[in-house]
């Protein structure tokens, strides 16, 4: 299969914000959409976005994952940037909708049907760097992915960065491309300099998250990662693995985890981390670089809890086994 997010279903579902008022979702092509070269997004980043995912089950029946998360989330990512507000309805019947159409398209677990609504400012202003756009474009976008990481499990090198910051620290809760942009510079020299896969962005001490992903520390059955507040984005694949750790007893602390207390623990026999995220899932990490020194995490190999926890929350979007907590929703035929 082509590389993860590079082949798009021809159609995608599009609506836009223009009057006070929004029109009837279509479906159009998904080959480009019309822009002013002077659209707000263009210059001054009023963008969001979404990533879930929708999974054929044995039965050939489909069934989308917590769509009602990303939905709320995207709804929280509009208001803090200001872009134009979207009831929940509209992005809900816009999934739905342009999932039937592609139902015969669903691949089979342990591929899915990525799904990618994007929200964009499309005023063409360019005197409006202070004041939000008074227009926008939502539209939905499918994407048939695979396994993320085709080729096995191998454990990620994380480079644990507390100096550089992802993002501004009022906008970590915001799925926004210009969080992006700014952790561009700090992944591509840890890539460089010490041959890192991602960054653990740890603001003075604090353990926070990668690039794109959730940080979960695994010791024994502890499980610990960051408490939600506003400097970082709150993972549907987090919430989904807490409540999963905890369905199986385990004790999952919430809390604020510094640099000095992962290092410590990192190094004890049986010590576990992973990265969380809609896409890769749960990826384990394997080792810490910390001023120029590796750390192993346990044994620097995928450790067996966090094996366990992901393949029970893939049984779960795959239909192999009881959705406990109402996560799964079925995609009708229109
Ligand atoms: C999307 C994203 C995540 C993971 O969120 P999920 O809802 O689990 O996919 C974590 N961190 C950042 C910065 C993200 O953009």
């Given at each position: 299969m082509a590389a993860f997010g590079t082949q798009f279903m021809p159609n995608m579902v599009h609506t836009t914000f223009a009057e006070n008022a929004w029109s009837k979702p279509k479906l159009v092509s998904s080959d480009s959409v019309s822009l002013h070269p002077g659209a707000h997004v263009l210059h001054y980043a009023s963008t969001c976005f979404e990533g879930l995912k929708a999974f054929k089950h044995d039965d050939g029946s489909v069934y989308v994952f917590r769509m009602d998360r990303n939905i709320a989330r995207m709804q929280q990512s509009s208001s803090l940037l200001h872009l134009p507000n979207f009831p929940?309805?509209?992005?809900?019947?816009?999934?739905?909708?342009?999932l039937a159409e592609v139902l015969d398209d669903i691949p089979a677990p342990p591929s899915s049907m990525y799904i990618r609504p994007t929200h964009i400012g499309t005023e063409a202003a360019i005197g409006k760097a202070a004041s939000p756009s008074n227009s926008s474009m939502l539209y939905v976008l499918f994407s048939q992915v695979g396994a993320y990481f085709s080729g096995g499990d191998v454990a990620l090198r994380l480079l644990i960065e507390e100096d550089a910051m992802r993002c501004a620290a009022h906008m970590g809760m915001v799925k926004s491309g210009g969080n992006y942009a700014s952790a561009m510079g700090p992944i591509?020299?840890?890539?460089?300099?010490?041959?890192?896969?991602?960054?653990?962005?740890?603001?003075?001490?604090?353990?926070?998250?990668?690039?794109?992903?959730?940080?979960i520390l695994i010791d024994g059955n502890e499980i610990i990662t960051k408490a939600l507040d506003s400097s970082f984005l709150h993972g549907v694949t987090r919430d989904s693995i807490l409540t999963i750790a905890r369905d199986f007893g385990m004790d999952v602390q919430e809390r604020t985890l510094s640099v000095e207390e992962l290092l410590e623990r990192a190094g004890k026999p049986g010590c576990e981390a992973a990265l969380s995220g809609t896409a890769a899932v749960l990826a384990p990490v394997g080792t810490l670089i910390h001023e120029g020194k590796e750390h192993h995490i346990g044994n620097g190999e995928p450790g067996p809890t966090t094996l366990k926890l992901r393949k029970t929350l893939n049984e779960i979007q795959w239909g192999k086994r009881e959705d406990r907590h109402g996560w799964l929703r079925k995609v009708n035929k229109t």
């Open positions: 929940a309805e509209l992005l809900e019947k816009m999934i739905l909708s342009g591509l020299r840890a890539k460089e300099q010490y041959q890192a896969d991602q960054v653990l962005f740890c603001p003075q001490g604090d353990v926070q998250e990668t690039g794109a992903a959730n940080f």
